[in-house]
Every structure is written in structure tokens, then in C-alpha cells.
């Protein structure tokens, strides 16, 4: 439920390896790239090929009075989000019926710096879930927290592994019993589901480092 591609800018992980791991392992991927939907039409191909289904997502940017607040998860959409304030990406989420969840709220090496997602109180009740698994936060306090939040504030939640690179897919998933993508939805906002994940560790976060310097084309 949590997944990225070359199309980020900082990673290795083509759409087509995602489908071609994914059907081994029997996982069906949500890809949600940094505020673009460029790689759905490539991943709707290689859905077909490998006959495997995916999650339509984006991982979106949102600020509030300038300045930038965190990221939301959105899922089962149909057009892209770009980055704006937060209320308004709520609102265009809200249009297409799109699932929202905020991603690592509680991942304080996360930007904004320091502080984790800043505006989670003044939103819980505008959105559908939290992220309460990351695979790629570094501290198990962050994901202790976000499932905290979650089940003291009655919402559903998500996990993934936030994967940027081949070796990092399959750390994290959620474990839903649905015959269609819709009654994948449906049984996740009804909190009809499970999760089970691992953290990835440093070895992530180097590849990504070493990525935006450019040693992976």
C-alpha cells in the first residue's frame, strides 16, 4: 500500500519489476508516486501482461500557509493531486472517493524535520486512515504511534514498505480477504483487515542517498 518507481527521481525500482516480483509473492501493489500518476498507464500494461491488479495512488506533498505540513496517501483515485494545501488535496481526494490516509505521521527524519505530520488533529476528521507501518521508519516509536493514533481516533489504517528499490518490496502489506479491488476498499475503511510488516533498516535509506547523487540510472 505503499510503493514507488523510477518516476521519483531517487530510486531503481522499474514498474515492470514491481509486477513481475508482486505476482510471485502474490501481492497486489498500491503505486503511489511523489505527486504524479505518470506511472499508471505503464503499470495498467503491465498489470495486464503479469495479470495482476493494482491500487491507482499517489504520495502527495501538502502545505498549509506555505509551508509544508507532510505527506497524504491517496488510493483508488482516478486523476492525479499535485502538491497544494492540505485542505484542498483533501478536497480533490474527496471529489474522486479516493481513500486518504497520511503517510509515516509520526517519522520525525521525515521533512518536515524534527516535528512528524503537523497538522494531524486538525485533519483526523477529513481523513480515512493512517499509515501505521512504514518499512522505512527508523525509529519503531514512529510506527507505535501512528497505530496509537489510529485506534485511539477511530480511524482505519494502511502499511507499506515505501519501496524505492527491488529488495525493499514485500516488507510490509496489508492483509485484506476481498475478490475485487473494491471490496479491497470497502473492507479497509470497515477496519476488516490485518497487517504484517519489517523495517528495511539503513540499507534503504543509503541506496536512496546514493540514488539522488546519481548511482542508479
Known sequence: MHVHTIYSGHGSLRVKDIFKIYRAKGIVPAITEHNTAKPWKEAEHYSKKYGLPFIKGEEIKV??????????LGFFMNEEVKAANVFEVIDRL???????SVAHPFDVLRKPLFKGFLMLDEIKNKIDAIEVFNSRCWFLSANE???HYAEKNKLAF???????FPFELGSAFLIVDANSIEEVRK???AKKCSYWGERNGLRAHLCTQLAKLGFFK
Open 63 to 72: 502545505y498549509h500557509n506555505g509551508k509544508l505540513v507532510g505527506e497524504i
Open 94 to 100: 474527496r471529489e474522486q472517493q479516493a481513500l486518504i
Open 145 to 147: 504511534n501512528a497505530k
Open 158 to 164: 494502511t502499511a507499506g514498505t515505501d519501496a524505492h
Open 187 to 189: 473492507k479497509i475503511l
